[in-house]
Structure formats: structure tokens, C-alpha cells
Nanobody, 115 residues
Framework: QVQLVESGGNLVQPGGSLRLSCAAS????????MSWYRQAPGKQREWVAT???????NYARSVKGRFTISRDNAKQTVYLQMNSLKPDDTAVYYC?????????WGQGTQVTVSS
């Protein structure tokens, strides 16, 4: 059974930092491209960042320079380090694992940026 479990979401003040984690099980983690998405209230889900199996990374323009995605294949975990958080970063954050044939999603973790 495939599971992706996100954690690390919290309430944080503007300018603060959080690190999200997504632990995978039931898949050969190292061959999957891993991504983070987010969905704010009343908005569509949007792509945030991706790390490929060879650790190439890409970021949405809105988070580039503030967020860092990374992976630890030994722990089957992908991370999203988020710095200089803004109220507009408030959303449920989801991780996704994907190959050309399949994709899996986690259940999400809430990030709220507010003073």
C-alpha cells in the first residue's frame, strides 16, 4: 500500500520559517520525481517545487529564492524548507510522487502565515 504522509505544517508569523516533510512508503522512492503543491482557500491547487530522481530542482516563481526542496532517498522522505514566509503562502501543502506511469498524493499539511 502506497502512503505519502506530510508533516511540519503550523502557524507561523510573517518572515518566519518552516520545514515540511513527506515520508513515503510502498514505493521505490528513489525512482520517483517528488513535488510539492499547495492549495489556498478558494483557489486551485498550484505547483510549488520539484526534485527529480537525480536531484535537479525547479521552483515556482512565487517561491524561488525562499523555498528549498530536497530529498533523502535513504529515509524515503522529501522536504520543503520554507523561509521568509508571507501571508500569501498560507495553504494546505501536498506532496506528490510521480513517474511517467503513475502518481500518488499525500493528504496535505496546513501552513498558516499570520501575525
Amino acid at each position: 500500500q502506497v502512503q505519502l504522509v506530510e508533516s511540519g505544517g503550523n502557524l507561523v508569523q510573517p518572515g518566519g520559517s518552516l520545514r515540511l516533510s513527506c515520508a513515503a512508503s510502498g514505493i521505490m522512492f528513489s525512482i520517483y520525481t517528488m513535488s510539492w503543491y499547495r492549495q489556498a482557500p478558494g483557489k486551485q491547487r498550484e505547483w510549488v517545487a520539484t526534485v527529480t530522481r537525480v536531484e535537479n530542482t525547479n521552483y515556482a516563481r512565487s517561491v524561488k529564492g525562499r523555498f528549498t526542496i530536497s530529498r533523502d532517498n535513504a529515509k524515503q522522505t522529501v522536504y520543503l524548507q520554507m523561509n521568509s514566509l508571507k501571508p500569501d503562502d498560507t495553504a494546505v501543502y501536498y506532496c506528490k510522487s510521480a513517474t511517467t506511469e503513475t502518481e500518488y498524493w499525500g493528504q496535505g499539511t496546513q501552513v498558516t502565515v499570520s501575525s
